[in-house]
């Protein structure tokens, strides 16, 4: 077997949204290769589950990273590419959408426009 490309695991991070089933955070390396961050359409419009899942991300990567610049290591690429190219961007000039050392930071005046709930103190399952 190869071996599994490097990836930082955010110590702390929130595994995933409680009784959803939806994960923020993954185990291990895809031994396939590194699922490429990119900007999905988002169709969630507030008062929705979905919205409360992004919500609730974005929540914890606020109150694990705030306003710093972060590296992508074991959080799930589909849940950044909800947020990816508006809540969340990249950090520097050369990000690699296909590494797990990819720099991302939060856009903190368009996350607090579209996710007020989000940097709340406490945020409500």
Same mark, same amino acid.
């Given at each position: 077997?190869?071996?599994?490309?490097?990836?930082?695991?955010?110590?702390?991070?929130?595994?995933?949204?409680?009784?959803?089933?939806?994960?923020?955070?993954?185990? @291990?390396? $895809?031994?396939?290769?590194?699922?490429?961050?990119?900007? &999905?359409? #988002?169709?969630?419009? =507030?008062? +929705? /589950?979905?919205?409360?899942?992004?919500?609730?991300?974005?929540?914890?990567?606020?109150?694990?990273?705030?306003?710093?610049?972060?590296? @992508?290591? $074991?959080?799930?690429?589909?849940?950044?590419?909800?947020? &990816?190219? #508006?809540?969340?961007? =990249?950090? +520097? /000039?050369?990000?690699?959408?296909?590494?797990?050392?990819?720099?991302?930071?939060?856009?903190?005046?368009?996350?607090?426009?579209?996710?007020?709930?989000?940097?709340?103190?406490?945020?409500?399952?």
């Amino acid at each position: 077997m190869p071996s599994l490309p490097d990836m930082t695991k955010h110590r702390g991070f929130p595994g995933g949204m409680p009784g959803t089933g939806v994960q923020f955070t993954i185990r @291990r390396a $895809n031994p396939r290769g590194v699922t490429p961050i990119k900007a &999905f359409p #988002r169709k969630a419009r =507030p008062g +929705t /589950k979905e919205h409360r899942i992004d919500a609730a991300f974005l929540h914890a990567l606020w109150h694990h990273f705030g306003a710093e610049p972060f590296e @992508r290591g $074991n959080l799930d690429a589909a849940r950044l590419s909800l947020l &990816f190219g #508006r809540e969340v961007i =990249p950090a +520097t /000039k050369d990000f690699d959408p296909l590494s797990y050392e990819a720099m991302l930071v939060i856009d903190e005046r368009v996350a607090r426009k579209n996710f007020p709930e989000s940097f709340e103190d406490v945020f409500e399952v």
